[in-house]
């Protein structure tokens, strides 16, 4: 990733406020953000199947830990975060910076920019 991609991430004074179609120029920055999300994006993701909801919560986060796309589970959000590649893009980003899973992503991902560090805004960056 360009050292500038995560600066630019990490300064909210750099975001600007989100337009409808913005997102066909841009570098696509919010794909670099950490994802956290919960179990029936899991599901949705085919991470976990939704024989899953049946089991303890226990038994739902070891499995989903098992996967190599899981980073981590919170237990003070009830969340999983996804794992970032080495260059900072999310996990089931592709070479072309497409998403791999984009009829199945999830909530957050759904939502942004809505959800997030600062809600209506996205950390635009022009494509070079």
Not at 11 to 27: F, M, N, R
Not at 103 to 128: D, L, S
Request: charged letters at 30%; aromatic letters at 10%.
């Amino acid at each position: 990733m360009k050292k500038n991609f995560q600066d630019h991430i990490n300064d909210l004074g750099l975001w600007s406020k989100y337009k409808k179609d913005l997102c066909k120029t841009c570098e696509g920055l919010c794909c670099y953000m950490p994802v956290e999300i919960k179990i029936v994006d899991l599901i949705r993701l085919k991470i976990l199947d939704e024989f899953h909801l049946e089991l303890s919560a226990r038994e739902q986060i070891k499995d989903a830990l098992k996967h190599p796309a899981i980073l981590r589970y919170t237990p003070s959000t009830e969340k999983f975060t996804l794992r970032q590649k080495p260059d900072g893009s999310c996990y089931f980003l592709d070479q072309n910076k497409l998403c791999t899973k984009y009829n199945n992503r999830p909530e957050t991902c759904r939502n942004h920019p809505q959800v997030g560090p600062k809600p209506g805004f996205c950390a635009y960056m022009k494509k070079n």
